[in-house]
């Protein structure tokens, strides 16, 4: 027979040597300003005889087309410089510091990061760094790079360019802006409007779902036809912008549309006057630099950037420039 | 129907042989599926095996592990809950907003996180109950609705789309301790939730297959209108269920909280059909009245093996989720063959 006040026993003696062991070492609470530096010396790390092999791990969700290029870049440098690179990407926070986990258990030679969720990720970058790989954050989390122990960032300001996009517009006349996010939880986007806000002064803000485009067009054009006085649109991706045109023409609105980031969509609306103007935070530089970082750190003890983040925008592309860019973002790589 | 003879023993009491013993398992079919998916990545990557490859894996496995498990429990009973994945991210949010937005020790913002997470889940099932449709369908609206203010409640508090700042708040040390430590075996950090996932293991398949209210869930979801007639109290019993994953969705909350010390508004979405998945490949039926805890623990195991060893392996992650598809798809119909077998050897 089994009885019932054994088995409570035998489970609440797991639980028990559950919590014993969980007791050995919790997270550190943040007491202690610890900035733990990059390893002086640029001693190779162990497993590092063969060539260089470097772990991309972003928080871009697949099929993105900005992630799209800075894969390209990534992939590109690696070919360009004999080095391998490896692409990893997930959206979720958790998932991700997992993947870095998976990245310093294959103890890859040098580690470049997103930081979307800069605290998601602080152990798992820090593990890296204590394990000697050296890591360099692109694109978001520049503000926590230095003190994760990353030997430099590389990336775009997004307060900065959102008040370049706003200064632009307001520079083109316009006086009631609607700002498209279309990633909630991603901090970079409500910096990037609330920068355009600064600047330019009316700004209100819509959230759409970009993994959704009828969706995203249809509440576009909602937002448009609620109020008609609304002039001009942002978007924040070039996915997001094409359905912004399409929404302003359904919603026969006089607003015109600029954006962030480029694609070849943009580029032939910025040719044929839809889209304004382009923010451009050449992105692909944030795929090829890392790599070219991470080589001369590994080869010549070199850092970059003095501490600070090396930039990649915003540069501006509109109808004076896009002749010449057309042709690199009709290949991926702007 | 002819006349029994009473010189041969009645079926019911007959011996099998171990393997048709074995086979009948609902378990079985997952332990088969995960011992190939072990092997298969044990021998195409150098990683996969190392400490440090193992702790990957598991921690993989162990958040999707809990949820599977109570999810199965409520699968086994009959009901879905596709606000499970997004309960995770609103526990983490309420607990969160709470420490760090009006400055309440962590104890007492888990307390009132796990009575939100628990009224929701009664909820949930009292609305089931009381209107007799779906759970599929109901448990879609509070799924959505849970979005919603997830999203809407982030912003309006802290006017972004992350709460974090968790690292500074009072009793983050101890209840971290709790939630989000790790352990070391051999030099290695391994997370605490894994710990945590063989608890809840242990409770729930204990809870099915030696407790009274485990015959009350097969009843309830083998059928509805037969239990009720032999006295068992369905109402109470799925409500008990529908916390019972809201309790999971709690832990899981509480334990990502405190480990990556911030949330998204937009975690979790999308996560409740891997649950699903999970204990389906442990050898839950979608129909109710047939699964197991441990199954399900080893179906997220299973899942969680083979989203770390495709990394491992260094496959193209373009394909990622084309591998992903079909490795699952493999695992479960290598159950569905057992489960057939399985169904021969109880005639």
């Known amino acids: ?334 | 129907m002819t006349a029994a003879i009473q010189a041969e023993p009645d079926e019911r009491i007959a011996k099998k042989s171990l393997t048709d013993r074995l086979v009948v398992r609902p378990e079985i079919g997952a332990l088969l599926g995960a011992v190939l998916v072990f092997v298969f990545f044990s021998v195409v990557t150098g990683q996969f095996l190392s400490p440090l490859g193992v702790a990957t894996w598991l921690d993989d496995s162990s958040t999707l592990g809990i949820m599977a498990v109570v999810v199965a429990l409520l699968m086994v009973g009959g009901e879905f809950d596709l606000s499970a994945g997004v309960m995770t991210a609103s526990t983490s949010l309420v607990t969160a907003i709470l420490a760090t937005q009006a400055g309440w020790n962590v104890w007492l913002a888990l307390l009132v996180s796990l009575v939100f997470a628990l009224g929701v889940g009664a909820f949930n099932g009292w609305l089931v109950m009381k209107t007799g449709l779906p759970s599929f369908i109901v448990t879609l609206g509070s799924f959505l609705a849970l979005q919603g203010l997830n999203l809407g409640v982030t912003r309006l508090v802290t006017d972004t789309v992350q709460v974090s700042g968790m690292r500074s708040t009072s009793g983050y040390e101890s209840a971290g301790g709790l939630f989000a430590s790790t352990f070391d075996i051999g030099g290695t950090e391994f997370q605490s939730s894994i710990i945590w996932w063989i608890v809840v293991t242990a409770i729930a398949a204990w809870l099915l297959l030696r407790t009274r209210f485990g015959n009350w869930i097969f009843a309830v979801g083998g059928s509805q209108v037969s239990a009720r007639s032999v006295g068992v109290p369905v109402v109470r019993t799925k409500i008990l269920l529908f916390m019972g994953t809201a309790l999971g969705a709690w832990l899981v909350g509480s334990i990502n909280i405190l480990r990556f010390a911030s949330v998204q508004a937009n975690q979790g979405i999308g996560l409740e059909f891997q649950f699903i998945i999970a204990a389906v490949i442990g050898g839950c039926l979608l129909t109710g009245g047939f699964g197991s805890a441990v199954g399900a623990a080893i179906g997220a195991l299973i899942f969680g093996m083979a989203r770390q060893g495709i990394v491992f392996a260094q496959w193209n992650s373009d394909w990622f989720m084309l591998f992903l598809g079909i490795m699952l798809l493999a695992a479960v119909l290598v159950n569905n063959a057992f489960r057939r077998r399985a169904e021969r050897v109880r005639r």
């Open chain 1, 1 to 334: 027979m089994f009885s019932f006040k054994r088995s409570f026993a035998v489970v609440a003696a797991v639980a028990a040597t559950g919590l014993v062991l969980a007791a050995c070492s919790g997270p550190s609470a943040d007491n202690s300003n610890s900035s733990s530096s990059a390893p002086s010396s640029a001693a190779a790390p162990p497993g590092s005889s063969g060539p260089l092999k470097i772990a991309v791990v972003t928080h871009g969700s697949a099929g993105d087309a900005f992630w799209n290029v800075v894969k390209n870049g990534a992939e590109q440098a690696g070919k360009d410089l004999d080095v391998g690179v490896d692409y990893y990407a997930d959206g979720d926070p958790g998932n991700q510091a997992k993947l870095i986990d998976n990245a310093v258990a294959q103890k890859v030679g040098g580690l470049v990061v997103s930081m979307a969720n800069p605290q998601a990720l602080q152990t798992s970058i820090q593990n890296a760094v204590k394990a000697g790989i050296p890591v360099v954050t692109i694109n978001s989390g520049e503000d926590q790079s230095a003190a994760f122990g990353a030997i430099a960032h590389v990336g775009q300001s997004e307060g900065l360019a959102g008040q370049g996009a706003g200064q632009r517009l307001k520079a083109a006349g316009k006086t009631k802006l609607l700002c498209v996010i279309h990633e909630a939880g991603n901090i970079g986007q409500n910096q990037r409007c609330d920068g355009a806000k600064q600047t330019f002064g009316t700004v209100s803000t819509l959230q759409v779902d970009i993994s959704n485009p009828t969706d995203a067009q249809a509440r576009i054009r909602g937002a448009l036809q609620a109020d008609p006085s609304i002039d001009a649109v942002l978007a924040l991706n070039s996915q997001v912008a094409a359905r912004a045109v399409d929404a302003a023409k359904e919603a026969s609105s006089k607003a015109q549309v600029a954006t962030f980031d480029l694609n070849a969509d943009v580029v032939a609306a910025i040719k044929a006057g839809t889209i304004l103007f382009a923010v451009d935070q050449q992105q692909y530089e944030q795929g090829y630099l890392p790599v070219v970082f991470l080589k001369l750190y590994k080869e010549n003890g070199n850092t970059i950037g003095g501490g600070h983040p090396v930039q990649t925008g915003p540069g501006f592309v509109d109808k004076t420039n896009i002749d010449t860019v057309a042709p690199y973002a009709q290949r991926g790589t702007r």
